[in-house]
């Protein structure tokens, strides 16, 4: 494992090499002619008391969206807060929200380390290729248009993208 392409903190591919996995996923997608799903998660209100708490609530957060993936599947730390998954191979949409489904009942689990409470929740966009988006900035766009959907709509929850959210 080169540690330049994996976050140091929670062991999760890093934002280069998650963006340059999912155009690869794009092209692989493309030919087998299947659907290729996009899952953003943003931590909401993320603020640890301490450095150590910040840390181990991502190393749980990472491990708790990876519990929900396949091995197929490329998780990945995109920013401070901000995660995704990149479902290849899917052949219906619900299997790309199980899996979205599968993280916002994950993260309504409090964190607990050494008697302490950490409760986090996340706001989730998902987008699909070749539903939604041609290529992969389309589709983090539309994934990140519907994550600040289920945002508004109070978070700890999912949304897909759909041409409605553009008129909001």
């Known amino acids: 494992m080169v540690s330049s392409l994996y976050d140091p903190h929670t062991g999760l591919t890093n934002a280069d090499l998650f963006n340059d996995r999912l155009v690869h996923a794009l092209e692989r997608t493309k030919r087998d002619d299947r659907i290729l799903g996009l899952v953003l998660i943003e931590l909401d209100d993320f603020a640890p008391e301490t450095d150590d708490e910040h840390d181990k609530v991502l190393r749980a957060v990472a491990q708790r969206i990876r519990s929900c993936t396949r091995k197929v599947d490329t998780a990945g730390r995109i920013d401070e807060v901000r995660f995704g998954v990149i479902v290849e ?27 302490v409470r950490a409760e986090v929740s996340a706001s989730i966009g998902v987008s699909l290729f070749p539903l939604d988006a ?35």
Not at 93 to 109: F, S
Not at 136 to 159: Q, V
């Open 134 to 168: 041609q290529d992969a900035d389309r589709m983090i766009w539309n994934a990140e248009t519907a994550l600040l959907k289920a945002r508004n709509a109070g978070g700890n929850l999912y949304r897909l993208f759909d041409e409605d959210h553009l008129s909001e």
């Open 89 to 115: 191979g899917a052949t219906t949409r619900d299997h790309v929200t199980e899996i979205a489904n599968k993280v916002v009942h994950q993260m309504e689990q409090p964190f607990v380390f050494e008697g």
